[in-house]
């Protein structure tokens, strides 16, 4: 396999763990989110970047306010040049993977990345992170989750057929330094937490309860998936600061910019964005917006 073409498959993927950060909001069917207050109103619908065939069809109440949206919103573009090799640059920490972990950790790590045929050559430079991340990626492709059925993809595709405005909320440089965030020795403990956690079968199980949670719109089931995926990767402080609380931050200002400018906007990031204390629901809030979560039986 050429490498252009694994890195192309990788590249969207690999921004899946961006998804889950967690508090109860009320009880609803649909991670869905209405937000009004500014000149035109704001959906947020919270995505997941791999899923199967029988994610869709979507709810009819999420792809309604799709419909209305003369903007579509998300936090980058996987499809863009440029990507696949921001993720898969040199390691600038000036660290060599191989040397940091065992002989029988990277022979762990080769076993569990296999069915990408990733070059070895390009697995050395891969900061720990990433590598997790790879690691992550390849154990949800195993069990048929795959970035053909991503959510945000699947809007990405339809708003360019549509002639939807598309706004990026986020660089790829800005989501690389998040992804890399914490220290190098920090970062080497999760990802030989993930990889046992692969082995043992915890992964896999938190992967699926991920996805049923996404599909009943159960964001207090996802606070509890968010602590134990937490557990399995030791996320550091530093880690979850730059992951989700600066990203929130920095998305939600974005996102209250567009509900001041008079075009409704469809929103699509990932569904940890929007749960929690720190969420983008709840920094909107505090703005001044009004914010809810809607029901699929809500009418547009």
Same mark, same amino acid.
């Given at each position: 396999?050429?490498?252009?073409? +694994? ?8 921004? $899946? /763990?961006?998804? %889950?950060?967690?508090?109860?909001? #009320? ?9 009004? @207050? ?6 947020? %619908?919270?995505? &997941? ?6 994610? %869709?069809? =979507? ?12 903007? =579509? #919103?998300?936090? /980058? ?9 921001? =993720? ?14 065992? !002989? ?40 048929? $989750? ?8 699947? %809007?990405? @595709? ?14 790829? !440089? ?16 999760? $990802? ?5 956690? &692969?082995?043992?079968?915890? =992964? ?7 996805? #049923?949670? +996404?599909?009943? @719109? ?7 998936? /968010?602590?134990?995926? !937490?557990?399995?990767? *030791? ?38 964005? $929007? ?9 909107? *809030?505090?703005? @001044?917006?009004?914010?809810?979560? /809607? ?6």
């Amino acid at each position: 396999m050429r490498l252009g073409s +694994w890195r192309r498959r990788l590249c969207g993927g690999l921004l $899946l /763990l961006a998804l %889950f950060c967690a508090m109860p909001w #009320a009880r609803a069917d649909v991670l869905l989110w209405e937000v009004t @207050g500014g000149s035109a109103p704001v959906w947020l %619908f919270g995505s &997941v970047h791999l899923c199967r065939a029988d994610c %869709f069809p =979507l709810p009819r109440a999420v792809e309604a306010r799709f419909s209305k949206a003369a903007v =579509l #919103a998300i936090e /980058l573009d996987p499809t863009q040049p440029g990507v696949a090799a921001a =993720l898969f640059q040199n390691d600038e920490s000036g660290g060599d993977l191989r040397s940091d972990l065992s !002989e029988a950790e990277w022979d762990r790590l080769r076993r569990q990345l296999q069915a990408l045929e990733v070059p070895e050559s390009a697995m050395e430079n891969l900061t720990p992170n990433i590598a997790s991340l790879m690691v992550t990626f390849a154990a949800a492709q195993r069990v048929g $989750l795959l970035p053909l059925y991503g959510t945000d993809l699947h %809007f990405l @595709g339809r708003a360019k057929r549509g002639g939807k405005r598309l706004v990026e909320l986020e660089t790829v !440089e800005q989501q690389v330094r998040a992804l890399n965030a914490g220290s190098r020795a920090d970062s080497l403990n999760g $990802l030989r937490a993930v990889m046992a956690a &692969v082995d043992d079968g915890s =992964l896999n199980e938190m992967l699926e309860e991920m996805v #049923a949670a +996404w599909q009943t @719109g159960d964001a207090e089931r996802l606070e509890e998936i /968010l602590q134990k995926a !937490e557990q399995i990767s *030791a996320s550091s402080e530093s880690f979850t600061e730059a992951m989700y609380a600066q990203r929130n931050r920095a998305m939600s200002e974005s996102i209250a910019r567009l509900a001041r400018k008079g075009e409704p906007a469809f929103v699509v990031v990932g569904s940890g964005h $929007l749960v929690g204390r720190d969420s983008i629901p709840a920094l909107l *809030a505090r703005q @001044g917006f009004k914010v809810r979560q /809607l029901e699929t039986s809500a009418r547009p």
